[in-house]
Nanobody, 123 residues
Framework: VQLVESGGGLVQAGGSLRLSCAASEFGVSKYAIGWFRQAPGTDRAIVSS???????YYTPAVKGRFTISQGAPQNTVYLQMNSLKSEDTATYYC??????????????????WGQGIQVTVSS
């Protein structure tokens, strides 16, 4: 089982990026998917998650700016990031766990992780 992130890069403050998380070996229709981020010297923390039935969670720091969504076909999950700030700079990871219709926000509940992708927001 592999998760592959893409779409990161360098953007100016106020700009937008869309991250993609592609599952290589399974459809995500029965999985909860989460996006986490980790800046140097900090713990990996939840950014957003989506349940298999489409419910969503956002950490307060990104609510109203980021949108998580499921792609079609359901092997890709997106994180649209708007109004980016310098404090959004981090390595972003997607994660998955088999959890039908469950919204999962704890890092230790996820079983599968991508390799991470860098997002840098310049001020």
């Amino acid at each position: 089982v592999q998760l592959v992130e893409s779409g990161g890069g360098l953007v100016q403050a106020g700009g937008s990026l869309r991250l993609s998380c592609a599952a290589s070996e399974f459809g995500v229709s029965k999985y909860a998917i989460g996006w986490f981020r980790q800046a140097p010297g900090t713990d990996r923390a939840i950014v957003s998650s989506i349940s298999s039935d489409g419910r969503t969670y956002y950490t307060p720091a990104v609510k109203g700016r980021f949108t998580i969504s499921q792609g079609a076909p359901q092997n890709t999950v997106y994180l649209q990031m708007n109004s980016l700030k310098s404090e959004d700079t981090a390595t972003y990871y997607c994660a998955a766990v088999l959890a039908l219709d469950a919204l999962v926000t704890r890092r230790d509940e996820y079983d599968y992780w991508g390799q991470g992708i860098q997002v840098t927001v310049s001020s």
